[in-house]
């Protein structure tokens, strides 16, 4: 009991109010973070919107009205841009949420917190897919007319929309919107007693007991940095260098076209992944070590800007996969070119009507030639 | 130029309504090496780890601000007692007054 004597004593030496010297650890406020999302959440984050939305878009009606799904590169295309549009469509309500302190209600939350894991897994996924579908098609080039059919296609990608579902009931499960404890008072001096509980809602992971609390806060991050970067990532990497390899000693004038589109497909994959999953893996490590609040400022604040980073993907993914394509440049084209004509029909009618027909001179030059639409360039 | 205007406007307000909103409360990432004098202390709350944050923590409220602390040391606890001694005699005092 000689603590108890301690506390007790020292305190009656501090009876008269002298300003006893003592340096207080605080809760981090995190500052330079909350300063950086002012301009990132509702700025940075409408660009990227805007673009994924426009882009996404264009190539999702692209398929729908012009060009129907032939090849299995077409429908990991439309999936990967529905998967895209969905983020983007999600993330003006997720940065409206956070700024209000989730005014939209514990569904929302739940439903955002989900779907956001949903599309990051499926997005990731699907871009793997669309690597080892290219690989199949060139480098295995004998058995692709075995493995690669419409309704394979099909069925791979319902596998990878269960598998992101299903890698997404945790999120949907314990996200939830509280008031955290430790900003609830649970005694304050009867003198000024009147502190206002304006405790704001947090849309965030909750637990039953701290060791689920504890396991889960290690897991979850986990399951996401292998499943939803490196899998991916290692599929990749496997798959484009062994279709480079091929490409370089195939003897085609567009090799050095493919081989760039390549490369320029995995740099884009890995400058805006990396530096989220490396700082999500950082977090995770160092998560339950003791910090100062100027470490642990910094690191959110890392966390936000490689984050956004990695959300930029979503509209970058039209330009690298969709519209690097000459086939579906040409119908992209000839949307725009019928919707000039039905702009013009009622100014100026029957002028335009031959010009149309005339530019579809095929220039079609495909690297693969006997597997065609998988990387038409 | 109308739509120019609209979104001058659209962003003048929400920049007014983010610099309105606070931060939501951070969390205890460290603890006191010292102890505080418990006249100091006004008041406490609870952070625990089932929440959005990665270690539990005592807080207590000081005129100076927060001060967080490790739950697992002794003294801490018995502040907490006696704080919560405190209140209950508060409590006490307060529904005999009202009889």
Same mark, same amino acid.
């Given at each position: 009991m000689d603590s108890l004597e301690d506390v007790s004593n020292q305190s009656y030496l501090d009876n008269n109010d002298t300003d006893f010297d003592y340096d207080l650890v605080p809760p981090c406020a995190q500052q330079n973070n909350h300063s950086v999302q002012l301009v990132v959440g509702p700025y940075v984050h409408s660009i990227i919107c805007i673009l994924g939305l426009v882009g996404n878009s264009l190539v999702i009606v692209t398929y729908a009205l012009y060009k129907r799904t032939k090849s299995m590169t077409d429908v990991y295309l439309l999936n990967v841009a529905v998967a895209d549009l969905l983020f983007v469509a999600s993330l003006p309500?997720?940065?409206?949420?956070? @700024?209000?302190?989730?005014?939209?209600?514990?569904?929302?939350?739940?439903?955002?917190?989900?779907?956001?894991?949903?599309? @990051?897994y499926s997005g990731t996924l699907l871009l793997a897919c669309i690597s080892s579908d290219r690989y199949v098609a060139i480098v295995q080039a004998r058995r692709s007319f075995r493995l690669r059919s419409l309704t394979y296609s099909r069925l791979i990608c319902a596998a990878v929309w269960v598998l992101a579902v299903l890698l997404s009931v945790p999120s949907f499960y314990f996200y939830s919107l509280y008031q955290p404890t430790h900003s609830r008072d649970f005694f304050m001096d009867e003198e000024d007693g009147n502190s206002t509980d304006s405790t704001e809602y947090v849309c965030e992971l909750r637990f039953m007991d701290s060791t689920e609390a504890l396991t889960s806060k290690v897991a979850l991050p986990s399951m996401q940095l292998a499943v939803g970067f490196f899998l991916p990532l290692l599929v990749m990497v496997f798959c484009y260098s062994a279709i480079v390899g091929t490409l370089l000693k195939a003897r085609n004038f567009q090799r050095h076209k493919a081989v760039r589109v390549v490369l320029a497909v995995v740099a884009v994959f890995v400058v805006c992944h990396l530096p989220y999953n490396l700082t999500l893996l950082y977090d995770t490590t160092s998560m339950f070590n003791l910090q100062s609040c100027e470490d642990v400022d910094f690191l959110k604040t890392a966390k936000t800007v490689t984050q956004t980073l990695a959300y930029l993907h979503c509209c970058l993914n039209p330009v690298l996969y969709a519209f690097v394509g000459v086939k579906f440049r040409n119908h992209f084209q000839r949307i725009v070119q019928d919707l000039w004509c039905l702009g013009k029909r009622y100014i100026r009618p029957r002028r335009f009507s031959r010009v149309t027909s005339e530019i579809y001179v095929s220039t079609r030059r495909s690297v693969s030639s006997e597997n065609g639409s998988s990387f038409t360039m | 130029m109308v739509s120019i205007k609209a979104s001058v406007m659209v962003i003048t307000l929400l920049t007014v309504c983010l610099l309105a909103t606070n931060a939501s409360p951070g969390c205890c990432r460290n603890y006191m090496k010292t102890k505080i004098p418990f006249l100091k202390i006004k008041?406490?709350?609870?952070?625990?780890?089932?929440?959005?944050?990665?270690?539990?923590?005592?807080?207590?409220?000081?005129?100076?601000?927060?001060?967080?602390?490790?739950p697992a040391l002794n003294w801490v606890m018995y502040y907490v007692d006696r704080l919560r001694n405190k209140a209950q005699m508060v409590h006490m005092k307060s529904t005999q007054a009202g009889i």
């Open positions: 309500l997720i940065v409206y949420n956070e @700024l209000t302190a989730w005014s939209m209600g514990p569904v929302v939350c739940k439903l955002l917190r989900g779907s956001y894991s949903v599309n @990051l | 008041g406490y709350s609870v952070q625990t780890v089932t929440g959005l944050c990665p270690i539990s923590a005592i807080i207590f409220h000081t005129k100076k601000g927060k001060a967080c602390t490790d």
